[in-house]
Nanobody, 123 residues
């Protein structure tokens, strides 16, 4: 029923910045905690960051802490990931998805993943 569309990726040099957006259509996701995940070539999809349904709590993996900021605008049905001081190891396809806050795992029964947005960081 709900469709997730990620955007904002691109090619940047190390140290640069990008802001990713995740827009939902079909229904609001304002009652869900939302997370960002990424998948690099040769790797499995991994959790990156999550924000609670109200936006009052966030959590990040150690490798992006202090560099990435997750936020949301429920009126626009949109979640963002501001990425600063990018490193080549951040290169991946980035996805958003409803997430269990605590276990940091995707909500398995929610629906389908979007196509993601490609982030490439060169050295």
């Amino acid at each position: 029923q709900v469709q997730l569309v990620e955007s904002g990726g691109g090619l940047v040099q190390a140290g640069g910045s990008l802001r990713l957006s995740c827009a939902a259509s079909g229904r609001t996701f304002s009652t869900y905690a939302m997370g960002w995940f990424r998948q690099a070539p040769g790797n499995k999809r991994e959790f990156v960051a999550v924000i609670s349904w109200s936006g009052g709590r966030t959590y990040y993996i150690d490798s992006v802490k202090g560099r990435f900021t997750i936020s949301r605008d429920n009126a626009k049905n949109t979640v963002y990931l501001q990425m600063n001081s990018l490193k080549p190891e951040d290169t991946a396809v980035y996805y958003c998805f409803p997430t269990h806050y605590g276990s940091m795992t995707p909500m398995a029964d929610f629906g389908s993943w979007g196509q993601g947005t490609q982030v490439t960081v060169s050295s």
